[in-house]
């Protein structure tokens, strides 16, 4: 049985393939051992230990490691700008070449990082010694790139190659206007674009716009919701495989608003949009639903400026009628001037959207949900997984929201419920604890977000046990309290006190959910 067992070992270690993933899995001193044992497990070893780099110094220490050459002050000296020539003549490139080909993915962050990048004459100096291409690294495909420094494409340019299928870029401060033009026809194979910054794109915007249009494969795309100029969105719109269009909630200096405003949106745009992230007033968020066919499935939508409730209305018709197989729908109101409480009846229009399984509504005041309401949901969206309807308002209508009692409709109604958001009316009661009926139970619920919400009559006891009551066996739902990230700031004086108490609530929760799972064990061995 033994030989058996030693014969199918050495047939399984013998193929490449299962000794790959079995190094992939292994933590990087691992993989330098594995390395050292015979020539067919270094090659795969490395392979493996290579592939994905944090950060770019271990690379470039293969052909120079002298520290003068990371330092930019040193290159003001003509005696050290000569040794660093010499280094790198001599340096042996096949070598660093064997290495750089492993490379498929290179992550970098300024803030983690031991020792800094070369200055962009060192870059420079480096690509000019360097004996293969205007490329380091020939075979990677995806690239996340932190960094406060101006240069952030300069320093990143050698590492791009054409296979390069995804890149995320985060900076804080841009170098010029023309910067992004240095990336023009560098990228053909690009699939995923990801840019988080508060930098004003009126900076970068035609730089960035000409070199998006060599882009021609790029099918997915998140950007900081104040880019949404009209040079951006034409060139992001004519992409032909482009389905979505995010947008990230981080905000640029100044006022965003003006940005927005400068928009105008062509005809023939976004052809083949899937999912949708938008930064606008109302009126250009209705004319570019109004141009998407009917193929939006996920939408995402940051309204600004002034707005009536007939307006939000008007706009959730059309969002109703234009988008008619949507399965995910957000939307921030946060910023708007405050008109009144909330009411479900304004959203009524979505419930025509019979494939939603995702809705969130951020908004200045609570929304007030009734019995019939969660009823009418769960008859229109029997597929809901994600509700959450503005738990985090301002602080001038905080006391009010939707009864805490109501949830056990709720859990009726939404039985595949995972995520529930709601602003909670602190002078109203919780229902009676101790009901263990199965359809009125969460049984998936993963999340509760209480937002802004106090405790219901201030006392986390009797809420943590009819919470629990209305929580499956086997679910320990997290209680979260707190300003969600769609807001540029937090206007809700939301205290300290408060997130305790919700903290205590939840400590109730999962004490009583333990009682009542071993309770549950007990009568079930019997």
Same mark, same amino acid.
């Given at each position: 049985?033994?030989?058996?067992?030693?014969?199918?070992?050495?047939?399984?270690?013998?193929?490449?393939?299962?000794?790959?993933?079995?190094?992939?899995?292994?933590?990087?001193?691992?993989?330098? /051992?594995?390395?050292?044992?015979?020539?067919?497990?270094?090659?795969?070893?490395?392979?493996?230990?290579?592939?994905?780099?944090?950060?770019?110094?271990?690379? =470039?220490?293969?052909? +120079?490691?002298?520290?003068?050459? !990371?330092?930019?002050?040193?290159?003001? !000296?003509?005696?050290?700008?000569?040794?660093?020539? $010499?280094?790198?003549?001599?340096?042996?490139?096949?070598?660093?070449?064997?290495?750089?080909?492993?490379?498929?993915?290179? &992550?970098?962050?300024?803030?983690?990082? /031991?020792?800094? =990048?070369?200055?962009?004459?060192?870059?420079?100096?480096?690509?000019?010694?360097?004996?293969?291409?205007?490329?380091?690294?020939?075979?990677?495909?995806?690239?996340?790139?932190?960094?406060?420094?101006? $240069?952030?494409?300069?320093?990143?340019?050698?590492?791009?190659?054409?296979?390069? @299928?995804?890149? #995320?870029?985060?900076?804080?401060?841009?170098?010029?206007?023309?910067?992004?033009?240095?990336?023009?026809?560098?990228?053909?194979?690009?699939?995923?674009?990801? +840019?988080?910054?508060? &930098?004003?794109?009126?900076?970068?915007?035609?730089?960035?716009?000409?070199?998006?249009? *060599?882009?021609?494969?790029?099918?997915?795309?998140?950007?900081?919701?104040?880019?949404?100029?009209?040079?951006?969105?034409?060139?992001?719109?004519?992409?032909?495989?482009?389905?979505?269009?995010?947008?990230?909630?981080?905000?640029?200096?100044?006022?965003?608003? @003006?940005?927005?405003?400068?928009? +105008?949106?062509?005809?023939?745009?976004?052809?083949?949009?899937?999912?949708?992230?938008?930064?606008?007033? +109302?009126?250009?968020?209705?004319?570019?639903?109004?141009?998407?066919?009917?193929?939006? $499935?996920?939408?995402?939508?940051?309204?600004?400026?002034?707005?009536?409730?007939?307006?939000?209305?008007?706009?959730?018709?059309?969002?109703? &009628?234009?988008?008619?197989?949507?399965?995910?729908?957000?939307?921030? =109101?946060?910023?708007?001037?405050?008109?009144?409480?909330?009411?479900?009846?304004?959203?009524?229009?979505?419930?025509?959207? #019979?494939?939603?399984?995702?809705?969130?509504?951020? !908004?200045?005041?609570?929304?007030?949900?009734?019995?019939?309401?969660?009823?009418?949901?769960?008859?229109?969206?029997?597929?809901?997984?994600?509700?959450?309807?503005?738990?985090?308002?301002?602080?001038?209508?905080?006391?009010?929201?939707?009864?805490?009692?109501?949830?056990?409709?709720? /859990?009726?109604?939404?039985?595949?419920?995972?995520?529930?958001?709601?602003?909670?009316?602190?002078?109203?009661?919780?229902?009676?604890?101790?009901?263990?009926?199965?359809?009125? $139970?969460?049984?998936?619920?993963?999340?509760?977000?209480?937002?802004?919400?106090?405790?219901?009559?201030?006392?986390?006891?009797?809420?943590?046990? !009819?919470?629990?009551?209305?929580?499956?066996?086997?679910?320990?739902? *997290?209680?979260?309290?707190?300003?969600? @990230?769609?807001?540029?700031?937090?206007?809700?004086?939301?205290?300290?006190?408060?997130?305790?108490?919700?903290?205590?609530?939840?400590?109730?929760?999962?004490?009583?959910?333990?009682? #009542? &799972? /071993?309770?549950?064990?007990?009568?079930?061995?019997?």
């Amino acid at each position: 049985m033994n030989q058996i067992s030693r014969v199918a070992t050495e047939t399984a270690l013998s193929i490449s393939e299962m000794l790959s993933l079995i190094f992939s899995e292994l933590p990087p001193g691992t993989q330098v /051992a594995c390395a050292c044992v015979c020539k067919k497990w270094s090659e795969l070893a490395l392979d493996e230990l290579w592939r994905d780099l944090q950060g770019v110094q271990p690379l =470039l220490r293969l052909v +120079i490691e002298d520290e003068q050459f !990371y330092d930019e002050g040193s290159w003001g !000296y003509p005696e050290t700008v000569d040794n660093i020539f $010499q280094l790198l003549r001599d340096a042996d490139w096949s070598r660093f070449r064997e290495y750089a080909v492993r490379v498929v993915s290179i &992550e970098f962050d300024e803030n983690m990082s /031991a020792t800094s =990048l070369p200055s962009g004459q060192g870059i420079a100096v480096l690509c000019f010694h360097h004996r293969f291409g205007n490329c380091l690294t020939p075979n990677v495909r995806r690239i996340k790139w932190r960094t406060t420094s101006k $240069q952030c494409v300069k320093l990143m340019m050698p590492f791009i190659s054409e296979r390069l @299928e995804e890149l #995320k870029l985060e900076f804080d401060q841009w170098e010029a206007e023309e910067s992004f033009l240095y990336l023009a026809h560098r990228t053909p194979s690009l699939k995923k674009l990801y +840019i988080a910054s508060e &930098e004003s794109p009126s900076n970068l915007s035609t730089s960035f716009s000409r070199w998006v249009q *060599t882009c021609v494969g790029l099918e997915e795309v998140q950007l900081p919701r104040g880019w949404h100029t009209s040079t951006i969105l034409a060139a992001f719109g004519s992409l032909p495989n482009l389905f979505e269009f995010g947008m990230q909630w981080t905000s640029p200096p100044g006022d965003p608003t @003006e940005v927005r405003t400068r928009a +105008i949106i062509r005809k023939g745009c976004f052809l083949s949009l899937r999912s949708l992230g938008w930064s606008s007033n +109302i009126t250009q968020a209705t004319d570019l639903l109004q141009q998407t066919s009917g193929q939006l $499935q996920r939408l995402t939508l940051d309204c600004r400026g002034e707005l009536s409730q007939g307006d939000i209305e008007a706009l959730l018709i059309t969002v109703a &009628e234009c988008c008619p197989q949507l399965d995910r729908f957000c939307l921030n =109101l946060t910023e708007i001037q405050v008109i009144a409480l909330l009411t479900f009846n304004i959203f009524r229009p979505l419930l025509a959207c #019979k494939t939603l399984t995702e809705l969130r509504i951020h !908004y200045s005041l609570p929304c007030i949900v009734s019995n019939s309401d969660f009823e009418d949901m769960g008859t229109a969206w029997p597929a809901m997984e994600e509700l959450v309807l503005c738990p985090d308002p301002d602080a001038s209508g905080s006391t009010r929201g939707t009864a805490i009692s109501t949830l056990s409709h709720l /859990a009726t109604a939404l039985p595949r419920l995972r995520v529930l958001g709601l602003h909670f009316d602190h002078l109203e009661p919780p229902g009676s604890a101790g009901d263990l009926l199965p359809e009125t $139970q969460f049984r998936c619920l993963r999340e509760l977000d209480v937002g802004t919400s106090q405790v219901p009559k201030a006392d986390p006891t009797p809420v943590g046990l !009819y919470l629990a009551s209305l929580f499956a066996v086997g679910t320990r739902p *997290t209680i979260h309290a707190g300003v969600s @990230e769609v807001r540029s700031t937090d206007r809700s004086g939301h205290s300290a006190a408060c997130v305790d108490g919700w903290r205590q609530v939840e400590r109730s929760v999962h004490l009583t959910l333990g009682v #009542k &799972e /071993a309770i549950v064990r007990r009568f079930s061995s019997r």
